[in-house]
């Protein structure tokens, strides 16, 4: 089945850093979704992207849906400690179903 | 305006046991599904409900069944519960295709 990679695994940060992570799959989607995850928590949404080429921010987050459709990007800028947590992807086809990347973890270094 | 809710929070089961997990949402969204999330791993889907009064495998349904009791609700049933079957279990909602909304999970363990 569709599968989606999702880089890095984890990332240690400190305070203030830029953060970069992305996705890729093997087919085409239309939305791209990213979420986040504290512990004991269910995801939530942060982002959802619609077009090819679009960039789209949130406060100090911003993503970026990939030419080609095929991948997408998240930033976040000048991190702060509630940043830490799980970032998943999500790609949209067609059907109702999202395919979701295993998870980027935020870990601030002591 | 509650969003997604779920019950219930925790639960522990004795491996043959049956339980069942609600789930209910209050933002009129067609579309329900129930994942699970195992440690250190990703969602999976189990069911699905693109609208009311259908349902639909997701990944890995095995083990259960579910019921789009009307709009609002969609339970998630265990007929004999496992201890492949700890997880925690979320649901979601989306009002079309893409976007989904979660609820707060449901921790359930399998002995």
């Known amino acids: 089945g569709q599968q989606l990679n999702q880089s890095p695994q984890s990332m240690f940060i400190q305070e203030g850093e830029d953060v970069s992570m992305n996705c890729t799959s093997s087919?085409?989607?239309?939305?791209w979704l990213w979420y986040k995850q504290d512990p004991g928590e269910g995801p939530v949404l942060l982002i959802a992207?619609?077009?090819a080429g679009e960039l789209t921010s949130n406060g100090r987050l911003t993503a970026q849906f990939g030419i080609t459709r095929k991948d997408s990007f998240l930033n976040i800028s000048a991190s702060i400690p509630s940043d830490v947590g799980i970032y998943f992807c999500?790609?949209?086809?067609?059907?109702?179903?999202?395919?979701w990347g295993a998870g980027t973890k935020l870990i601030i270094k002591p | 305006n509650a969003g997604v809710t779920q019950t219930p929070k925790f639960q522990v089961l004795k491996t043959g046991q049956s339980m069942t997990l609600q789930c209910a949402q209050d933002?009129?969204?067609?579309?329900m599904y129930w994942y699970r999330q195992d440690p250190g791993m990703g969602l999976r889907l189990i069911y699905y409900s693109a609208s009311e009064g259908t349902t639909d495998k997701g990944e890995v349904p095995n083990g259960y069944n579910v019921s789009r009791l009307n709009k609002r609700e969609f339970s998630l049933r265990l007929e004999s519960a496992a201890p492949s079957q700890t997880s925690v279990y979320f649901c979601a909602s989306s009002r079309s295709l893409g976007e989904q909304y979660f609820g707060p999970g449901t921790r359930l363990t399998v002995t």
């Open positions: 992207l619609y077009k």
């Open positions: 933002m009129n969204h067609n579309s």
């Open positions: 087919s085409i989607f239309n939305t």
């Open positions: 999500a790609g949209s086809d067609s059907n109702y179903q999202l395919i």
